[in-house]
């Protein structure tokens, strides 16, 4: 049963805007992810945000996507900015639960062995 419903994605011209949702209602209390997968690539890590709204972007992002919860944690979004034909991969939502470190309640690494649940996919197509 698939719990993690992506929506959203589409096809774009370089330097525009999409808004990736991600229905999530179960999983108030967990970390989530966006993740992507290019065609002949390995799935990566884009951003991910814990239940306390503390975001972790990957490099590659910084600047041009912002990931963000709603305020009731049922809904998880990606805000992606100056798009580039290399962000073209399908975009998938992941859960995960936090891990302590040092005290504190943290999402574990974004590396898709740390992720357990995951969502069937929305394609981001951006055109030059």
């Known amino acids: 049963q698939v719990q993690l419903v992506e929506s959203g994605g589409g096809s774009v011209q370089a330097g525009g805007s999409l808004r990736l949702s991600c229905a999530a209602a179960?999983?108030?209390?967990?970390?989530m992810a966006w993740f992507r997968q290019a065609p002949g690539k390995e799935r990566e890590g884009v951003a991910a945000i814990d239940h306390y709204m503390r975001p972790t972007y990957a490099d590659f992002v910084k600047g041009r996507f912002t990931i963000s919860r709603n305020d009731d944690l049922t809904t998880l979004y990606l805000q992606m900015n100056s798009l580039k034909p290399e962000d073209t991969a399908t975009y998938y939502c992941?859960?995960?639960?936090?891990?302590?470190?040092?005290?504190?309640?943290?999402?574990?690494?974004?590396?898709?062995?740390?992720?357990?649940?995951w969502g069937q996919g929305t394609q981001v197509t951006v055109s030059s």
């Open positions: 179960n999983y108030r209390s967990y970390c």
């Open positions: 992941a859960a995960a639960h936090p891990q302590v470190v040092g005290g504190d309640w943290r999402c574990p690494r974004m590396t898709v062995d740390q992720y357990d649940h």
